[in-house]
């Protein structure tokens, strides 16, 4: 399935997109998503933290993900 | 009122906007930029947000610091953009019927605020950038 990942903050600065497709097989949880991006970019395992937010809302490892879902990297926050 | 924003922050409608017949104290948080940090001089800030889940989380702030407080009301804004130096970052608003209240919600919503809400902040020197918080 292909993924359309949207970015923000170093994520964005990293890949040199707001957004970035991905494709995973079917039925792919957000840690293969993660392991896909560190792998196409080394230097996202270098931040502190790297979360994956599904539908607006953080997501665990073991989530499921599918072509409908609004996905978005989520680098360490730094509001305020 | 809830939101994020590209102009500057409107201080008094944050605070109109948590007035209350049953509070007698309204606390206020004001995040300013300043021209230093760690040792480097800051020549502006650049804030992004993912906006609608940055709205969402906020709600889910207020909704919780309600749940752990007495509160009445609760405004939260955050700009976004580009920022220069003293301006307007944030602003929170708590009313409750008595001050510790409205203090320790107040400062619990902007600790929380910075670890769960997703906006990244951005600070611009004389000579480069760097995204704040995102190595170790």
Known sequence: MELTIHLYGITRDIIGQSRYVVQLPPGARVQQLLESV????PELAELKSLLVAVNEEYAEAETPLSERD???LIPPVSGG | MIAVTDQPIAIAACIDAVQAERAGAVDVFIGTVRNHNQSKD???LEFETFDSMAVKKMK?????ASRRWPVEKVAMVHRKGVLSIGEVAVVIAVSTPHRNDAFEACRWLIDTLKQVVPIWKKEIYENGEEW???HP
């Open chain 1, 70 to 72: 609004e996905i978005a």
């Open chain 1, 38 to 41: 560190r792998t196409s970019y």
């Open chain 2, 42 to 44: 800051v020549v502006r």
């Open chain 2, 60 to 64: 889910e702030l207020a909704e919780e």
């Open chain 2, 132 to 134: 704040l918080e995102a």
